[in-house]
């Protein structure tokens, strides 16, 4: 498939989460009264994935505060994820996508090189990640996997398509907030 642009329409896809098995989004997105953000990021064990779930469980009101919702979609087997988080402990659904299928299918590649993937802020945000004590855990999927973010409404348009040049490169949820 070719990359996505705003104003597409979303491939309906089915997903694992740790605790809930065949869910579709194009159900899931008619959850809510206003948009889905959908997050792409690498794998659990990833100390800046945690971290960027961390910055979005804090900042969820302001997606909550929309009528939005997010999906973060990780290379984590879901098994595996299911014994690291409480079900309960974030307030959205992690997708689980252990063989890169949906990566595949909305055309998020990844980084040809570790020195491609990392952009001028990655030190800085990693330090931070460590400072707040996340620490790496289990490689899962592609270690070189770039980052993207879409939001679409309950029809599946698309009305923000975001593809990260650098693994930093991961819509805040203000960010995404303000395009709900």
């Not at 409404?153 to 650098?166: A, F, I, N």
Request: hydrophobic residues 40%; negative net charge.
């Amino acid at each position: 498939m070719t990359m996505l642009r705003t104003g597409d329409q979303m491939p309906d896809f089915s997903f694992d989460t740790p605790f809930e098995k065949g869910l579709r989004l194009s159900e899931v997105v008619k959850e809510v009264p206003g948009r889905t953000a959908v997050v792409f990021l690498r794998y659990y064990g990833c100390t800046l994935c945690q971290y960027d779930i961390h910055l979005f469980k804090e900042g969820y009101d302001s997606i909550r505060g929309k009528d939005g919702q997010l999906l973060v979609v990780l290379q984590s087997d879901p098994e595996k994820l299911a014994a690291q988080i409480d079900k309960d402990s974030l307030p959205f659904r992690i997708a689980c996508d252990p063989e890169q299928e949906l990566y595949k299918l909305l055309d998020i590649k990844a980084a040809a090189s570790m020195e491609d993937m990392l952009g001028p802020e990655a030190k800085e945000k990693i330090g931070k990640a460590r400072g707040m004590g996340f620490v790496h855990g289990e490689y899962e999927g592609e270690e070189l996997q770039l980052p993207a973010a879409f939001i679409l409404d309950r029809d599946m348009k698309l009305h923000l398509v975001h593809y990260g040049k650098v693994v930093e490169d991961v819509l805040a949820a203000d960010e995404l907030a303000a395009n709900m």
